[in-house]
């Protein structure tokens, strides 16, 4: 089973470039979700999707987009790289959004903004 | 306003001894779920143990147990009998309804186990 897949797995921009981070999963999960990690910070909520169609912010959605066309893919893109967006960036799935459904994740892919 | 807060950056435990990481919430809502991850060295993130608001009991799973005190708003990731892969960095999140559901984290607890 393929779960959740994150491409790239490594990735340096320079500052100003564009570019998208893909995530699919095979689990037919109806939530996704995109998360960046920092040192000391943990991991915090970019934006999320409860379907296909439906996406809202989460707690740093500024210098990110998304969209959800299929259930299977949530492609987060950055429209202008800048340093401070250099983090660990994941991204999880739960089977829908009850308060005690699980994450799934992906194995993250590492973005340096130079 | 911080809704998870994991206030020990890192802890250090002897092997085969046990170690509790702190971790407390904050919600108005009355259903919601608690989770505990952990992320090796390795960087992925494993699922640990679950609990739920109206649970009665608390939650175990093998040597993980959460030690649920709903007045208190805490929800302590309780390791027994600690091994050498146990290092890692351990994460407390918390999914509501409020706001649509998202799970949010704590900055984690990094957990050393001395041998």
């Known amino acids: 089973n393929a779960g959740v897949t994150q491409t790239p797995k490594f990735q340096v921009l320079k500052t100003g470039q564009s570019m998208t981070l893909q995530c699919a999963q095979d689990?037919?999960?109806?939530?996704m979700s995109w998360y960046r990690q920092d040192p000391g910070m943990g991991l915090r909520l970019i934006h999320y999707?409860?379907?296909?169609?439906?996406?809202d912010q989460g707690e740093v959605p500024n210098g990110y987009n998304v969209s959800r066309s299929t259930t299977e893919d949530f492609p987060l893109r950055l429209l202008s790289a800048a340093p401070s967006q250099t983090s660990v960036y994941f991204c999880?799935?739960?089977?829908?959004?009850?308060?005690?459904?699980?994450?799934?994740f992906g194995s993250g892919t590492q973005l340096s903004v130079l | 306003a911080q809704k998870i807060t994991q206030t020990q950056p890192g802890m250090f435990v002897q092997e085969k001894e046990a170690v509790t990481l702190d971790c407390t919430y904050d919600?108005?809502?009355?259903?919601?779920?608690l989770f505990w991850y952990k992320q090796p060295s390795s960087g992925e993130m494993i699922f640990l143990i679950y609990?739920?608001?109206?649970?009665?009991q608390n939650a175990t799973e093998g040597r993980y147990s959460l030690n649920f005190q709903k007045a208190r708003k805490s929800a302590n990731l309780v390791i027994s009998a600690s091994q050498l892969g146990d290092s890692a960095m351990y994460f407390c999140?918390?999914?509501?309804?409020?706001?649509?559901?998202?799970?949010?984290f704590g900055a984690g607890t990094r957990l050393f186990v001395k041998a």
């Open positions: 999880a799935s739960s089977y829908s959004t009850a308060v005690g459904e699980k994450l799934f």
């Open positions: 689990m037919n999960h109806e939530y």
């Open positions: 999707s409860v379907g296909a169609g439906i996406t």
């Open positions: 919600t108005s809502d009355q259903s919601y779920g």
């Open positions: 609990q739920g608001s109206y649970d009665e």
């Open positions: 999140a918390m999914r509501e309804p409020t706001g649509g559901f998202k799970t949010i």
